[in-house]
T-cell receptor
Framework: ETGVTQTPRHLVMGMTNKKSLKCEQHLGHNAMYWYKQSAKKPLELMFVYNFKEQTENNSVPSRFSPECPNSSHLFLHLHTLQPEDSALYLC????????????FGPGTRLTVT | AQTVTQSQPEMSVQEAETVTLSCTYDTSENNYYLFWYKQPPSRQMILVIRQEAYKQQNATENRFSVNFQKAAKSFSLKISDSQLGDTAMYFCAFMKRGGGGADGLTFGKGTHLIIQP
């Protein structure tokens, strides 16, 4: 059983829609991450949050807007996406400062039409 | 910036055989971690094994072991007595050891491993 959950598991949206992906971790971790997994490219780090503060933005377009209200929840707000944004979006968490293992959620399969 | 290269897009072996997956990386960092993650058809990423760069001893987890060659920047995964459940995508990943402890992973493109019955 994974300690990191993601909702929804599947999402289809039009280019003019606004939607949000949600990630929740039940592991008591302090750091959370968003990754993008496309068919033709390696997994790409998008954002890193440590103790609710964003510590890394990997040159992600502004149509992706992350939010981390507390150490257990992470959101990815989506607006005016492009078809090439269709991918599997993976959330992960880890304990910062003492550990380095990242635990992944099952992902959200996003299709932009 | 770091790069991770997995040169074997796909491998296929018979059940119970031993298989080795290759990974090379490039970095100017001296302190870092290396990982192998497994992603079965369910898409759930599962940590298989990790290696701290400062440790010379190769990591081992049951049937999984690594051959870590720091000077050559090579980090291969050996799976012994392979099982049908080992069928999955395997990703090699790099993480620099930062002070705050919250650093992202840099992944290779993956190797699709198929275990044949």
């Amino acid at each position: 059983e994974t300690g990191v959950t993601q909702t929804p598991r599947h999402l289809v949206m039009g280019m003019t829609n606004k939607k949000s992906l949600k990630c929740e971790q039940h592991l008591g971790h302090n750091a959370m991450y968003w990754y993008k997994q496309s068919a033709k490219k390696p997994l790409e780090l998008m954002f890193v949050y440590n103790f609710k503060e964003q510590t890394e933005n990997n040159s992600v377009p502004s149509r992706f807007s992350p939010e981390c209200p507390n150490s257990s929840h992470l959101f990815l707000h989506l607006h005016t996406l492009q078809p090439e944004d269709s991918a599997l979006y993976l959330c992960a968490s880890s304990r910062s400062g003492t550990s380095y293992e990242q635990y992944f959620g099952p992902g959200t399969r996003l299709t932009v039409t | 910036a770091q790069t991770v290269t997995q040169s074997q897009p796909e491998m296929s072996v018979q059940e119970a055989e031993t298989v080795t997956l290759s990974c090379t990386y490039d970095t100017s960092e001296n302190n870092y971690y290396l990982f192998w993650y497994k992603q079965p058809p369910s898409r759930q990423m599962i940590l298989v094994i990790r290696q701290e760069a400062y440790k010379q001893q190769n990591a081992t987890e049951n049937r999984f072991s690594v051959n870590f060659q720091k000077a050559a920047k090579s980090f291969s995964l050996k799976i012994s007595d392979s099982q049908l459940g080992d069928t999955a995508m395997y990703f090699c990943a790099f993480m620099k050891r930062g002070g705050g402890g919250a650093d992202g992973l840099t992944f290779g493109k993956g190797t699709h491993l198929i275990i044949q019955p």
